[in-house]
């Protein structure tokens, strides 16, 4: 079956980096966009990046452009998400998702918080 497995986590200050990573199995990782999502207490999930299979052309969404990036190592069946220049506004619960068998699949959360 269809798992997603994040990690990476964690409190850190202002302006500081960190690295997202959603392990994947039980499907052909390669052949399939993945995203990553995010939500904030008392919001709604939204979109944060995403990027194709095959070329890995990446979309942003417009508050994390050029802050975050987007990659995927296909022979470790892994995304990532390098989120540096953090902000506070960035503190929510980061999830991984595939669209696979005509419904989305969610990874369980990786809590990221960004506070002094």
């Known amino acids: 079956q269809v798992q997603l497995v994040e990690s990476g986590g964690g409190l850190v200050q202002p302006g500081g980096s960190l690295r997202l990573s959603c392990a994947a199995s039980?499907?052909?990782?390669?052949?399939?966009?993945m995203s990553w999502y995010r939500q904030a207490p008392g919001k709604e999930r939204e979109l944060v990046a995403s990027?194709?299979?095959?070329?890995?052309?990446?979309n942003y969404a417009d508050s994390v452009k050029d802050r975050f990036t987007i990659s995927r190592d296909n022979t470790k069946r892994t995304v990532y998400l390098q989120m540096n220049s953090l902000k506070p506004e960035d503190t929510a619960v980061y999830y991984c998702k595939v669209r696979a068998n005509r419904r989305d699949y969610w990874g369980q959360g990786t809590q990221v918080t960004v506070s002094s």
């Open positions: 039980g499907f052909l990782f390669s052949s399939y966009a």
């Open positions: 990027i194709t299979s095959g070329s890995g052309s990446t």
